[in-house]
């Protein structure tokens, strides 16, 4: 069974750090996604890498403050925060495709879903 498990949300001030972690069973992580969703937003693609190719995309509002990685023995994705702000307050979701998106940062590119994080940035 194919299933991705995220943890590692919770609340924290701005300015402060945050590691999430998605664990993937059934399936051998390669192309990987972080989306975020902002209450009253759209879902947006944050960061992807791809774990053949070591290629890390990252969206502008993320740039320079947030890093992905994988940890191939443990078949798990991290996404690491830095200098949280208010605006990064929501739910956070990893996803997985089956092959190589053409679209990186797209949410029909993804095969497999988490089931989501909240992350809450406020004093």
């Known amino acids: 069974q194919v299933q991705l498990v995220e943890s590692g949300g919770g609340l924290v001030q701005p300015g402060g750090s945050l590691r999430l972690s998605c664990v993937a069973s059934?399936?051998?992580?390669?192309?990987i996604a972080w989306f975020r969703q902002a209450p009253g937003k759209e879902r947006e693609g944050i960061l992807y890498i791809s774990r053949t190719y070591n290629s890390p995309y990252y969206a502008d509002s993320v740039k320079g403050r947030f890093t992905i990685g994988v940890d191939n023995a443990k078949n798990t994705a991290y996404l690491h925060m830095y200098r949280l702000k208010p605006e990064d307050t929501g739910t956070y979701y990893c996803a997985a495709a089956r092959y190589f998106p053409s679209k990186v940062l797209e949410e029909g590119e993804y095969d497999y879903w988490g089931q989501g994080t909240q992350v809450t940035v406020s004093s």
């Open positions: 059934g399936f051998t992580l390669d192309a």
